[in-house]
């Protein structure tokens, strides 16, 4: 499998997040400004990594998946962070931030996967 520069940055943004809202947590602050920006910052990886990709496929790139469950991905990575997002505006305690945490991780692990349906397991 090829993990690409579209995965290196996603991972790299995603435990980003992860840290900055973590550290948050610990802090016990409600959610805070960078908290909500980290975790910003993944959904607009995700609508750019997503706009590449039909770009890539448009043009002629093929998955060696199914193209069904590597859109489902992107559609499911692209509701993660908005539902984090909308959780931590309700609920203003610092679990808030832990929930913000989890977000960028997820896209991560959903990117990997997203990887390997594109590549296949060789590349």
């Given at each position: 499998m090829i993990l690409d520069a579209w995965f290196w940055s996603g991972?790299?943004?995603?435990l980003?997040?992860?840290a900055v809202c973590a550290l948050a947590t610990i802090t016990r602050r409600h959610p805070a400004d960078s908290s909500i920006v980290s975790v910003a910052a993944v959904e607009l990886f995700v609508l750019?990594?997503?706009?590449?990709a039909a770009v890539r496929q448009l043009s002629g790139t093929s998955l060696n998946g199914p193209g069904w469950e590597f859109w489902g991905y992107v559609l499911t990575a692209l509701l993660v962070?908005?539902?984090?997002?909308?959780?931590?505006?309700?609920?203003?305690?610092?679990?808030s931030n832990l929930v913000?945490?989890?977000?960028?991780?997820?896209?991560?692990?959903?990117?990997?996967?997203?990887?390997?349906?594109?590549?296949?397991?060789w590349g």
């Open positions: 991972a790299v943004i995603g980003v997040s992860l750019v990594y997503a706009v590449a962070p908005p539902i984090a997002l909308a959780w931590a505006v309700t609920d203003k305690t610092r679990w913000l945490a989890v977000a960028g991780p997820t896209v991560v692990v959903m990117l990997h996967r997203m990887q390997y349906i594109w590549f296949g397991p």
